[in-house]
């Protein structure tokens, strides 16, 4: 069974950094793409960056420039370096993950919140002055 658990949220002021990660058991990181959602309160869910299995990568324009996703197979980690953070990132974070593989520009349809198949619990993060 795919399990997906989040970790690193928490409070920072604006222009500060958080890394989050996932840890991605019951399936080979290698075989599968993992995304980073994120649902503020009163908004729909949306995609804000994706790594598909083939190593194309996805961001939303909105965090192009200060976030990165990356990828550690041994560790069995993804992880979401999140860098210049502002109060309009405030959302709780979740990754997922997705057996589909997804070439070139088809990796921005890999975060449509609609795709993927396994979700993890979501961690909160709030950035405030």
């Known amino acids: 069974q795919v399990q997906l658990v989040e970790s690193g949220g928490g409070s920072v002021q604006p222009g500060g950094s958080l890394r989050l990660s996932c840890a991605v058991s019951?399936?080979?990181?290698?075989?599968?793409?993992i995304g980073w959602f994120r649902q503020a309160p009163g908004k729909e869910r949306e995609g804000v960056s994706c790594?598909?299995?083939?190593?194309?990568?996805y961001y939303a324009d909105s965090v192009k420039g200060r976030f990165t996703i990356s990828r550690d197979n041994a560790k069995k980690t993804v992880y979401l370096q999140m860098n210049n953070l502002n109060p309009e990132d405030t959302a709780v974070y979740y990754c997922?993950?997705?057996?589909?593989?997804?070439?070139?520009?088809?990796?921005?349809?890999?975060?449509?919140?609609?795709?993927?198949?396994?979700w993890g619990q979501g961690t909160q993060v709030t950035v405030s002055s």
């Open positions: 019951g399936v080979n990181l290698n075989h599968i793409g």
């Open positions: 790594l598909s299995s083939n190593g194309n990568i």
């Open positions: 997922a993950a997705d057996r589909r593989r997804y070439v070139g520009s088809a990796i921005q349809a890999m975060c449509l919140p609609s795709r993927p198949e396994w």
